[in-house]
């Protein structure tokens, strides 16, 4: 059964810096592009950046880009988002989700970040 | 404001069919890049409802259909039950300046009545 585990999220102050992690199982991990995805209160799913299955190639949103760093760990099956330079904008549920073909077939069940002074 | 153009809301009574717009440009939808369609109920992940235009995944009922032309797509609900009642999402690739990334709708509410 794939499974997808996010944690990290807290509350953290404007300007600060936290670590998400997203744990796989269930599949081979290296084989997929993953994904973060945010859905702040009451709002839409925003794209916020996504890594290519080796790690190699990252692609951001522009309203993440220089603040945020994905990255994986292929032999611990985990995904990482390290955020920096948090703003209040920032406030979301953040999802990490599997990529297959162009779309998303799991999701997990997300970990709240609260960027509040 | 979303790059891929859905209505806030929609509704129908139990039993109707509903469809829901999604909306976008030359650069995403009208260059050729598949739409993926997304059921969420309030406080839960998104779940995949439509893939590559049309397809419905394992266990996503035919009542659900999805279907693209130009730089549009659609997902239509026929026999609406309460329990679709949901926010609802559509998702491309959009290739601009800034690159080639994952884009979403704003999302559709829908009510059944």
């Known amino acids: 059964e794939v499974q997808l585990v996010e944690s990290g999220g807290t509350l953290v102050q404007p300007g600060g810096s936290l670590r998400l992690s997203c744990t796989a199982s269930g599949f081979t991990f290296n084989y997929h592009l993953m994904h973060w995805v945010r859905q702040a209160p009451g709002k839409g799913l925003e794209y916020v950046s996504s890594?290519?299955?080796?790690?190699?190639?990252?692609y951001y949103a522009n309203s993440v880009k220089g603040r945020f760093t994905i990255s994986r760990d292929n032999s611990r099956n985990t995904l990482y988002l390290q955020m920096g330079s948090l703003r209040t904008e920032d406030t979301a549920v953040y999802y990490c989700a599997r990529q297959s073909s162009g779309w998303s077939d799991y999701w997990g069940q997300g970990t709240r970040v609260t960027v509040s002074s | 404001q979303s790059v891929l153009t859905q209505p806030p809301s929609v509704s129908g009574a139990p039993g109707q069919r509903i469809t829901i717009s999604c909306t976008g440009s030359g650069s995403n939808i009208g260059a050729g890049y598949d739409v993926h369609w997304y059921q969420q109920v309030p406080g839960t992940a998104p779940k995949l409802l439509i893939y590559a235009n049309t397809n419905r995944p394992s266990g996503v009922p035919d009542r659900f259909s999805g279907s693209k032309s130009g730089t549009s797509a659609s997902l239509a609900i026929t026999g609406l039950q309460a329990e679709d009642e949901a926010d609802y999402y559509c998702q491309s690739y959009d290739n601009s300046l800034s690159g080639l990334n994952w884009v979403f709708g704003g999302g559709t509410k829908l009510t059944v009545l």
């Open positions: 890594i290519s299955g080796n790690g190699v190639n990252t």
